[in-house]
């Protein structure tokens, strides 16, 4: 299973555009990158998911390299809202194992 | 009400006892999970179903035993808690995630804080 490298925290400014990656080099074809957030102490919640397009939803936008060894999570008007824990996951398709690293920690700044 | 909840959602106990977390979804998912949580780290698999004739042992799943009593609900027991048991834990439910409208996107409960003494 390909494990994911990310920053330990991070801080943006509010209304800046928060860009957040990860390191995946040893991901397979058949797994998928998907991207949670934790805000707080509460269940973490889903924000987006790729295989090797870029993807964008109504939360953020997720882009992935062509070599599929990384991507970015890109919250483009970041809020004080928007603080949380953020991990990036790999899972193979239909597969129970969805790996949850230390993520990221990002502080959204006033 | 909320999609996955749990039960109780602070616990405080003493070594030795025995303890059961509950989880029931109205998201009519096949797929159930448990996670623990520690202090500044990520989420570990204790363990999951995919269905109510499938159970199946994560990472961490000594000291823990789980029952799938029916598809809406996934009970996770402590048979005899000890301190390093401490932690936040979380169910979860997903579908597969291998179809067109299949996001295998996990959906949380809020959390049960369990703390043994």
């Known amino acids: 299973d390909a494990k994911t490298t990310q920053p330990t925290s991070m801080d943006c400014a509010e209304g800046r555009a928060a860009n957040l990656p990860c390191n995946h080099s040893t991901i397979s074809g058949n797994e998928y990158v998907y991207w949670y957030r934790q805000i707080h102490s509460q269940g973490p919640q889903y924000i987006i998911h790729?295989?090797?397009n870029n993807e964008t939803n109504e939360m953020a936008s997720l882009i992935i390299t062509e070599d599929r060894k990384s991507s970015t999570l890109i919250l483009p008007h970041a809020t004080l809202r928007d603080t949380a824990v953020y991990y990036c996951i790999v899972r193979i398709s239909g597969t129970y194992k969805y790996i949850f690293g230390t993520g990221t920690r990002l502080k959204v700044l006033a | 009400d909320a999609d996955v909840t749990q039960t109780p959602r602070n616990r405080i106990t003493k070594t030795g006892k025995r303890i059961m977390l509950e989880c029931s979804q109205t998201k009519g998912h096949d797929r159930m999970y448990w996670y623990r949580q520690d202090p500044g780290l990520g989420l570990r698999l204790i363990y999951y179903s995919f269905d109510v004739k499938d159970i199946n042992k994560g990472e961490i799943s000594d000291g823990y035993s789980v029952s799938r009593q029916a598809q809406a609900k996934f009970s996770l027991s402590l048979e005899s808690a000890i301190p390093n048991q401490t932690a936040l834990y979380f169910c979860?439910?997903?579908?597969?995630?291998?179809?067109?409208?299949?996001?295998?996107?996990?959906?949380f409960g809020e959390g049960s804080r369990l703390t043994v003494l």
């Open positions: 979860a439910t997903s579908d597969p995630g291998t179809g067109s409208t299949s996001t295998g996107e996990l959906f």
């Open positions: 790729g295989l090797k």
